[in-house]
């Protein structure tokens, strides 16, 4: 319990990122084979001559230090209501985090309450817009099944849209998943009078790196993103816009050599999907299998879907209208090259090609009307 106070007051130290916290906290065990209590014992010169703290920081440990005897009745009440601390030097702290986030941006101290070993298991994230699409809800539905068929768990943000999706499909097919929360543990009550029975039986852990009593905030929604990205073996994208915190996230995780896969989309999608498969993201099918991993049959059947449904746009597009492929392509909101339009214009049998003064121009095929005699 005395630790726990300790370990609450270094993790929310006030001007302090996270990657100054586990240089410190690195120092203290495995450079000076100390621990918190002795740290937070010493004065100031002592901390500026073992631990080389400038002045700078040394208010912020002072200010946290007035308040270890408060974070120790704030420990005995986590406990108390059945939550528990994961200190980042602990063996049950996510070495998937570790390894993805590094010293650098590894939350030190994790508040939990449920299944701890799901820390420790194969893990994936199912990222995704608050809007979501009938389509992006139908593939988050089958990377679920999947995950949990494959005993896999599934970190959810508990945001509307896909997050609570892929929090739901979870448990419909029994799996197990996290809940990430843009929040403190203590804050989250009706949460967990939603999920107790999940809780309980091991299916479902919720997780926060903030104070406890924080209060949800726009700011720590934000924060909570990257942690779910940390916790994630594997990142599958639904639906994302060209803002936000999908678009922010998964922008982040590619440039930090994340391997992230995101489902294609139609061209008739009001989505930024396709955009970050140009930035790097792995394309995968509505079942999240890679493009280059499909059959043949397969490709050749979801190249024919895709340009049947292209090929009716077109028709109805061009039924009271001729237009040049440029003009095609505009009006259908479609980022191809003209060039290429015209090679699927060309081979749609419905439609003629007609010069129309300098340009080439496409139409609905007139019938042709012959004399009776």
Request: proline letters at 3%; aromatic letters at 8%.
């Amino acid at each position: 319990m005395q630790q726990a106070a300790y370990w609450i007051t270094i993790s929310h130290l006030k001007r302090w990122t996270n990657a100054q916290i586990n240089e410190l906290i690195k120092q203290i065990y495995y450079v000076n084979g100390s621990d918190l209590h002795e740290f937070f014992s010493l004065d100031l010169d002592e901390w500026k001559n073992l631990y080389s703290i400038d002045e700078k920081r040394l208010p912020s440990l002072l200010e946290a230090k007035d308040q270890i005897a408060n974070n120790a009745f704030l420990a005995e009440d986590l406990y108390n209501q059945g939550f528990e601390l994961i200190p980042i030097n602990s063996n049950e702290y996510s070495p998937t985090m570790k390894q993805n986030l590094k010293q650098a941006y590894s939350p030190p101290l994790l508040y939990i309450k449920g299944n701890k070993q799901l820390l420790l298991e194969d893990s994936i994230a199912i990222v995704g817009s608050r809007n979501a699409s009938t389509k992006g809800l139908e593939f988050t539905e089958n990377i679920a099944k999947k995950a949990s068929e494959d005993y896999k768990v599934i970190v959810s943000g508990f945001a509307k849209g896909i997050d609570k999706a892929a929090l739901d499909n979870a448990i419909k097919y029994h799996g197990h998943s996290i809940i990430v929360l843009p929040q403190g543990v203590m804050t989250f009550g009706s949460g967990y009078k939603t999920y107790y029975k999940h809780i309980i039986e091991g299916d479902v852990l919720v997780l926060s790196t903030f104070h406890p009593k924080a209060p949800w905030k726009v700011e720590l929604a934000m924060a909570r993103n990257p942690i779910i990205y940390g916790l994630a073996k594997e990142i599958f994208v639904a639906d994302s816009s060209n803002s936000g915190g999908t678009w922010s996230g998964v922008k982040d995780g590619l440039r930090k050599g994340r391997t992230i896969y995101v489902r294609r989309t139609s061209d008739n999608e009001n989505s930024a999907n396709n955009l970050l498969i140009n930035l790097g993201g792995i394309a995968v099918d509505e079942n999240g299998n890679p493009e280059s991993q499909r059959t043949p049959e397969e490709k050749v059947t979801s190249t024919t879907n895709k340009l049947d449904d292209l090929t009716g746009r077109i028709i109805s597009l061009l039924t009271n209208a001729t237009l040049t492929a440029k003009e095609v392509c505009d009006k259908l909101e479609i980022e191809m090259s003209p060039k290429s339009m015209a090679a699927i214009l060309c081979r749609i049998d419905e439609l003629e090609k007609v010069k129309i003064g300098r340009s080439f121009k496409y139409r609905i095929r007139q019938q042709e009307i012959f004399d009776i005699d």
